[in-house]
């Protein structure tokens, strides 16, 4: 089949690249120059693992352009993953999808699947059906599509290759798509949910809401562990054993963050309110994630009533592991709190640099470099690396014992061992 991906991002990209594994013709298109040029030259403008070496593997069948009228001319399907940020107000920002749309219109002549992949708000979809009818596109010309995407970044192509299921939205009279789509995902096998537009939205918007509760839900469960010197990591365990809870994102710490939780969160309570209901649980997640840093700087402050004077090494930038991504880092928060504070900050990434430039802060090259003289050790994100450190070496390179586990991804009893001191949350 050939295919039309618009927005070569961390979705983007994925899609463009996994439907070339899957045979056919792709041409991924962005407008952003740089990025198309890096592309063309072998470059992979993201840390994605395995990403770089799937696009290089299907270069026969996978092009970069920016001539979208190019790219959608010559292809049946065309998929839209252009970012749908946040606005100020918490509503969903489709400045970037309606101008998807406005660009797509003029090169209609063919028949076209129009796939939107970006998570967009409940009845978007319809929205933009009737859009292009009132750019007098007949309505034989095209169909509309809704099929979320549910990839992890860090495993993103493994969860493409390998979704859980396939969610199809469709207009009611729609009976070409269907057999389109299957078509198309013929070699990837999962169960599909078939839905209306408007259906398929709420699937994505409900999935990643529920996953956010269940990360706050244990934070909140955390800091009444920790007033009783409970594990909280025990506590999932225990809870996580029941098939009817289940044992992910259960994972305490510095919650939740990263491009889609916090914005679909919010997008998802303005839905809500549009409709005056008031959305309890959804106001509720947000109200514990945005006050989980603070468990962390209160910590901070009864360990060092001088914190001001300290310097601090903040291991992690991204907001999750194996990527560069720090679209709305929980570490970045705490980095953004400690430099307020004037505390001396060291921040070290394996792969993910500081989005901006802060007082009292900077990004070194090398853990060694960050932990050098550090009178406290924050682990603000959870890299493998981070969870293999050698303790005794780290303890001979620090200036003081503390470490700061804002993952509880840490071994206390072997920390403790080392003679260094171990402080999670809820950690007993
Ligand atoms: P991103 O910001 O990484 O990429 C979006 C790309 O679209 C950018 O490269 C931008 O230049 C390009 N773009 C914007 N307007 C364009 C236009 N008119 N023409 C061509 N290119 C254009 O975004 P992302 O993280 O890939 O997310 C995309 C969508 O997918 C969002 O709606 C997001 O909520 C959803 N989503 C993201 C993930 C994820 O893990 N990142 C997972 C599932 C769903
Ligand atoms: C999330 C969803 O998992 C994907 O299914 C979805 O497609 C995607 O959002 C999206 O819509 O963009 P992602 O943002 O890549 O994927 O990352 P997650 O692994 O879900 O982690 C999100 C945040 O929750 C991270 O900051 C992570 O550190 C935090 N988290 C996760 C916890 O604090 N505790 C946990 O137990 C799990």
Known sequence: MNICVIGAGYVGLTT???LAELGHEVCCIDKDQNKITELNNGKIPIYEPGLSEFIAKNTNRLSFNTNLEEGVKKASIIFICVGTPSLADGK?????VDAVINEIAPCIHSYKTIITKSTVPIGTNEQIYEKLLAKKISPELFNIVSNPEFLREGSAIYDMLHPDKIVVGLRQDDTQSLPIIQEMYSRIQAPYIVTSLNGAEMIKYASNAFLATKISFINEIARICEAFHIDVNDVSKGIGLDPRIGPHFLQAGLGYGGSCFPKDVKSLEQIALSKQIHPLILQAIQTVNDTQIDVYIHKLKTLFPDLHTKKIAVLGIAFKPNTD???DSPAERLISRLSQLTCDVCAYDPKAKLSRD???VRQVNSLDEAIKGADCVVIATDWDEFKQLDWAEMKKQM?????VDGRNCLNRKEIEQC???YVGVGRG
């Open 16 to 18: 463009a690249a996994v």
């Open 92 to 96: 969903t920002n489709l400045s970037y």
């Open 325 to 327: 991504d720090t679209r």
């Open 358 to 360: 802060q007082h009292h």
């Open 399 to 403: 200036n003081g014992t503390i470490i």
């Open 419 to 421: 003679g260094l001191r």
